[in-house]
């Protein structure tokens, strides 16, 4: 899918989910600024992060 960045609180979530070889697998998108924080696509979900900090993990 190409290299992607991937900020450091996504990070931290999808490498809980067990990176590339998790439920995610690779990002598809590169992070995108959403109402209240950021979004990230991977190729099995999205991994959101509030301005808080708070990263929420949502698969397909």
Known sequence: TGARLVPIAVRDAWAATGWENGRLGYPTGDPQAVAGGTR?????????????????????
């Open 40 to 60: 990230q696509t991977f190729q099995g979900g999205t991994v959101t992060v509030s301005a808080t900090g708070q990263a929420t993990v949502s698969y397909r």
